[in-house]
């Protein structure tokens, strides 16, 4: 049971390259969320999924876009990388009607130059 | 202003000593309040979570909440070395809404 992983681990990404961060659970949750952190500032969310075949903004979704492939799986997009996005990548599942816990991911550390 | 509110630190104690780490929020819609915590370079976990004014005990960790004055707290009895982690404060009410997480230090 690996529970979230999240490839890769770290990128650097020049200004205007494109990449997608990849998630996938094996605890069968219905929920997935992208979640970004910055010295400072907590954990953001950008997007999030509350089952599959849907997705909706979080706090900061500019810039981004998401693909909730299946129950397992949620990408994260970024079409034109910019220095702002420099940042740590978090994805995170839960079940909310077992409970209201959010399971992470170990992160993708990322660096637009 | 954020809806959580969280002192960033970084705070420096002596093994033993009692820790207290406190958050405000402003969304009285918000019905769980939850703590997690992230060693670095690793993924954020719960530590604990409640619905409820009042304390939870879970071993050294206290977690006490004022839906009056809308303000949570940690408290760490016994601090530990293998305590030094950010510690994260977290609300939910539709979606969860972290603070912006305070770094502690426990120095053997």
Request: neutral net charge; contains cysteine; aromatic residues 12%.
């Amino acid at each position: 049971n690996a529970g979230v992983t999240q490839t890769p681990k770290f990128q650097v990404l020049k200004t205007g390259q494109s990449m997608t961060l990849q998630c996938a659970q094996d605890m069968n949750h219905n929920s997935m969320y992208w979640y970004r952190q910055d010295p400072g500032m907590g954990l953001r969310l950008i997007y999030y999924s509350a089952s599959e075949g849907t997705t909706d903004k979080g706090e900061v979704p500019n810039g981004y876009n998401v693909s909730r492939l299946n129950k397992r799986e949620f990408s994260l997009r970024l079409e034109s990388a910019a220095p702002s996005q420099t940042s740590v990548y978090f994805c995170a599942s839960s079940d909310a009607q077992v409970s209201y816990e959010q399971y992470f991911g170990p992160g993708t550390r990322l660096t637009v130059t | 202003q954020k809806e959580v509110e969280q002192d960033p630190g970084p705070l420096s104690v002596p093994e033993g000593a009692i820790v207290s780490l406190n958050c405000t929020y402003s969304n009285s819609a918000f019905q769980y309040f939850m703590w997690y915590r992230q060693y670095s370079r690793k993924g954020p976990e719960l530590l604990m979570y409640t619905y409820s004014s009042g304390n939870k005990e879970d071993g050294r960790f206290t977690a006490q909440v004022d839906k009056s004055s809308k303000y949570i707290s940690l408290f760490i009895r016994d601090s530990q070395p293998s305590d030094s982690a950010t510690y994260l404060c977290g609300n939910q009410g539709g979606k969860l809404i972290f603070g912006q997480g305070t770094e502690l230090s426990v120095k053997p």
